[in-house]
């Protein structure tokens, strides 16, 4: 296949816990390779101390030059955390 050049465009990304929250959290979100088509999408950890455990929805926007919006990638995800004590 070929790559979309994604050259003058911006991308974005959250996650809410369903898909009518207005309750967000921002994913940092970057083009990595504009040429190639790849971005790159992370949450640090001070961003995922507050996160509880469930399931989550997300999506990914580009955005070009004209301020159009495009939905490019949507899914679901989970996040649990565990403890592991010693004794």
Do not use: C, P
Request: charged share 15%; no cysteine; aromatic share 14%.
């Amino acid at each position: 296949g070929t790559f979309l050049n994604l050259n003058n465009y911006t991308v974005t990304s959250q996650m809410r816990k369903w898909a009518g929250s207005s309750s967000a959290v921002s994913f940092a979100s970057t083009v990595t390779d504009a040429d190639n088509g790849q971005i790159q999408i992370s949450l640090g950890s001070t961003q995922t101390v507050d996160i509880k455990s469930g399931r989550y929805v997300y999506d990914v926007l580009l955005e070009d030059a004209g301020g159009f919006k495009y939905k490019v990638v949507e899914g679901m995800w989970g996040f649990w955390w565990s403890l592991i004590f010693a004794v």
